[in-house]
Structure formats: structure tokens, C-alpha cells
């Protein structure tokens, strides 16, 4: 399109969202390198209507016609429950999904998956790509068995194509997915495809597609080299949701959570495998991840996580090696001034010399333990390690530790014991609770452990 005069244009930092006076090779506000982009003033927004109703007047919260059309519209699942789950029961008619991950690690498998599923339940999918042709696509889907009459499919890069494409079937689409946005322009804005303009105006486009029909709309976003969304910050704020794809190389397995959500919790997590027929679904992640677990080795502890509403039963590893100089410590999977805290609890109350050695911390499986109730897990791994005795089989540890070295109850106690009965467990370390506090179950075969303290815990496992 020919523009009469150039527009008006500011510089922003795509990091920090920062205004700057110009172009800089760092921004001088957050200090991120490279971050720097121009951006063109935008013409007047475009009306937004939410939802199917047009009058903008107030209305009254707990009138029943704007409850019913909440309930008209209910979810629409894409029968991958793990997918469905992490979303809060579905994809909610209206709402933009973005979807972010590092390159090649299945996010455009994971939605040719989705819309397969959607299609089949709920009507016209269209699957608009602009990265691949119709015919990679399309190969794709035949090797995931993905095919079906329902599914669209569209290679084209101008949104104003894509949104033409939807509008046409706009009444019968089930959902409108787009991969990427970054590939994705705006005939009307400036600039290539995926600056910081162009994204802006790409996603606004489709949002306006969205709350007028809708219909939902899930968007592929790449991730930078050090994991946060390519685009601006805004663009997070914007969507409704916002859902990370991760997982390494060496491993095929692949981790789907929500970092955004307005519509459900973001604690969920998603687990699958990327096999050569697609994402298969792990419904039994904890069986899954112990299913390498050599029974009876040094330096490994079990815990229980929370995961949303799942608990999910992890590996803990720790490996000490003498140290020459500083000491390091290395953690995967657990926050090290957490790790730094439990050596010096160790040293202090549990008697035992780690803190002049060298500690590698490792969690099996590629997940973050972030919750204070996996404390006494990492903190036996380091013991076992470091006395060189494995842990009695069968063992699963949960509590908190505190820096007196006692041991506190965790939350959701009683769902992280039943769940390591249901594996065969034999044993649950946990600390008691407060006094009166309800008894938890104790599934057959299962033996509740309490302590107190630190040493005390190690009493009862190491003698
Ligand atoms: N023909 C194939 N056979 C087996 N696995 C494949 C095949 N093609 C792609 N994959 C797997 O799919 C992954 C790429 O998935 P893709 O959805 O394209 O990633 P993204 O869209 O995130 O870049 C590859 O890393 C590979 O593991
Ligand atoms: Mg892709």
C-alpha cells in the first residue's frame, strides 16, 4: 500500500517496553542488547466488541442474560487432555491463545494435533500457516493422522488474507490457529514481518477477529535464545493466555504449562513424548519419569510435586566430589540458593561437612521443582551422596525445611501420599503435622515416617 508521508515512528526497547530517543545498540533503561526497535505510531484502534453483544452500555453482573451467554458459549475441549487441562477445560469461544517455544520442539506438531482434535469434535478448523506450504503441512498431518474434512488448511502470510479466510466461514469456525506470528504481516503497517509494528498490529487484527465472531484463536510466537517471547512484552498483556512449550534436545520429552491464563489456573502441567508419529500424551508422568530409576543408588531421593491439581513423583539427584578452590555448585531443576540454604542447614544441624565439597544437584526428567516441600528430598540426596549409603527402598520424602533444621508439614499432603501408594511406594517421610490436624490415608502397604527435625530424619533413614 502507498503511504502519502511516512508516519510518525518511536523508538522502543522490546525487552522493557521503554521509550528511547533513538536507536541504541543497548537499551539504556533494562541493558538488553539488540533490543532496540522503531515503531510506528498506530492509526486510531480499531472498535473491539467483546463478545456477541454489541451495546456497550453497563449491565448488571448477575443479570441472568449475561450469564447464559457465558453458558451458550462453553468450552471447546481439543481432546487432548493434557492440552485441555493446562487451558482449564478447553478453548474459550472469543479468546486468544498465544503458544511460545523454542525452535523444533513440536509447537506447530502440537497444533496441527489440536485443530486434528477440534475438527473432530467441533466443527471447521482453519489452520493458517506461514511458514510452511499447504503441501509440507499437509504432509505433516498425514504422518500425525491428522487429516480430516474439517481441517482448512491456508499458507499464506498476510493477515489480511487469513482474517478474509476466516470471515468467509466465520458462523461455523470452531477455531482459527495461526503459525507464527512472526511470520505474519500487515499490509497497512510498516515494516517486515515480525517487528515489533508489525506483531503489534498483526495480533490486534486478530484479537478484533476473535471477540467479534468468537471464535478462538490459538497463535504461534517464537521464544529469544534466553526463553521470553520475540516481540514486544505487550503482547503477553494483550492475550488471554499465554502457554509455553519446552523441553531439551536429548530428551523427548515435552512440557506444556501456562505462564498466563485468564481463563483457568496456570499451576497445570502438560506432559507428552515426541515420537515419530507425533506427541503422545503421558497421562501417568510420574510412571514416566521413575521409569529409568535405578533402585538403590547413591545421591537419589524421591519427592512429590505439586503440578496443578497432579502430583507428580520426581527424582531428585545429587553428586558431591571434592573441590579444589571454591567450591561449585551446580542445580538443575532446583533454585541453587535454595540448594546453598539446605548445605548449610546440613552442616549446621544434620552434622554433616558438605559445605567444602563441589554439588551437582540434577532433577530426572527435565522438570523445575519450585515448591519448599521437595527441601528434604534434595537435602537427602546430598546426604546419601555425601555418606556414600543409598536411601532405604521405597522411600519418598516430603517436607519443608526451615533454617533451625526442622522439618515443616507440606500442603496437600494427603494427594501426594495416595499418589506414591499408587506407585508402589513403601515408604513416605513427612513431618507431622499440627496438632489436630485430620490423619492422613495410608494407602495399603504404605508406611508413614514422621520427624521433626533435620536429624531426625536422618536417624531414621541412614540407621
Ligand atoms: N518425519 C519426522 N519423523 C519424526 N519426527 C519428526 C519428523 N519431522 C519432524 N519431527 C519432529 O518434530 C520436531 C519439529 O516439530 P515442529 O512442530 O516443526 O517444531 P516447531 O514448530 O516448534 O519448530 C522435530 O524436532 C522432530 O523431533
Ligand atoms: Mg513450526
Avoid at 174 to 183: H, I, P, R
Avoid at 280 to 296: C, K, M, T, V, Y
Avoid at 341 to 352: K, T
Amino acid at each position: 500500500m502507498a503511504k502519502a508521508k511516512k508516519a510518525a515512528s518511536r523508538w522502543v526497547c522490546r525487552a522493557c517496553e521503554a521509550i528511547v530517543g533513538g536507536w541504541y545498540g543497548r537499551c539504556p533503561t533494562c541493558e538488553a542488547w539488540g533490543s532496540i526497535e522503531e515503531e510506528t505510531a498506530a492509526g486510531p484502534p480499531e472498535r473491539v466488541v467483546l463478545g456477541s453483544n454489541p451495546s456497550a452500555a453497563p449491565r448488571v453482573i448477575a443479570s441472568t442474560t449475561a450469564q447464559t451467554e457465558v453458558d451458550q458459549a462453553p468450552r471447546r475441549p481439543c481432546g487432548l487432555a493434557e492440552v485441555d487441562r493446562v487451558l482449564g477445560g478447553g478453548l474459550v469461544p472469543g479468546s486468544v491463545v498465544l503458544l511460545g517455544g523454542p525452535p523444533g520442539i513440536g509447537k506447530s506438531t502440537l497444533l496441527l494435533q489440536a485443530s486434528a482434535g477440534l475438527a473432530r469434535r467441533s466443527g471447521v478448523v482453519l489452520y493458517a500457516s506461514g511458514e510452511e506450504s499447504v503441501a509440507q503441512v499437509a504432509g505433516r498431518a498425514g504422518r500425525l493422522g491428522a487429516a480430516h474434512p474439517n481441517l482448512l488448511l491456508l499458507a499464506d502470510t498476510r493477515v489480511e488474507a487469513i482474517i478474509a479466510a476466516a470471515n468467509e466461514r466465520a458462523g461455523g469456525l470452531a477455531a482459527l490457529f495461526v503459525d507464527s506470528v512472526q511470520t505474519i504481516y500487515a499490509a497497512d503497517a510498516e515494516g517486515l514481518p515480525g517487528n515489533i509494528t508489525q506483531i503489534r498490529t498483526v495480533i490486534a487484527q486478530l484479537i478484533s477477529f476473535a471477540k467479534q465472531h468468537s471464535v478462538p484463536v490459538v497463535v504461534v510466537g517464537h521464544v529469544t535464545k534466553d526463553g521470553q517471547l520475540a516481540g514486544p512484552r505487550l503482547l503477553e498483556h494483550l492475550v488471554d493466555a499465554v502457554l509455553s512449550f519446552e523441553g531439551d534436545d536429548d530428551h523427548a520429552t515435552r512440557l506444556l504449562r501456562a505462564t498466563k491464563n485468564r481463563f483457568g489456573s496456570t499451576q497445570e502441567l502438560g506432559v507428552f513424548e515426541m515420537r515419530g508419529n507425533g506427541l503422545r500424551e503421558i497421562a501417568n508422568p510420574s510412571e514416566a519419569f521413575l521409569a529409568e530409576r535405578q533402585q538403590g543408588a547413591v545421591g537419589s531421593c524421591i519427592t512429590a510435586s505439586m503440578e496443578g491439581s497432579r502430583p507428580l513423583l520426581l527424582e531428585v539427584q545429587a553428586l558431591l566430589a571434592s573441590s579444589f578452590g571454591n567450591p561449585r555448585r551446580t542445580c538443575v531443576g532446583v533454585d541453587p540458593s535454595r540448594v546453598a540454604m539446605l548445605l548449610a542447614v546440613l552442616d549446621r544441624h544434620g552434622g554433616q561437612c558438605v559445605l567444602d565439597q563441589d554439588v551437582f544437584i540434577n532433577v530426572v526428567g527435565g522438570v523445575r521443582l519450585s515448591e519448599p516441600a521437595s527441601d528434604l528430598a534434595v537435602l537427602l540426596a546430598i546426604a546419601s551422596s555425601h555418606q556414600r549409603k543409598a536411601l532405604p527402598a521405597g522411600l519418598v520424602a516430603l517436607a519443608e525445611v526451615g533454617l533451625t533444621g526442622e522439618l515443616r508439614q507440606v500442603p496437600r499432603a494427603e494427594a501426594r501420599v495416595v499418589e506414591a501408594g499408587r506407585l508402589g511406594f513403601s515408604k513416605v517421610l513427612i513431618a507431622p503435622g499440627p496438632k489436630g490436624a485430620s490423619k492422613l490415608p495410608r494407602p495399603q502397604g504404605l508406611e508413614i515416617v514422621y520427624a521433626s527435625t533435620i536429624s531426625e530424619a536422618l536417624n531414621r533413614v541412614f540407621f
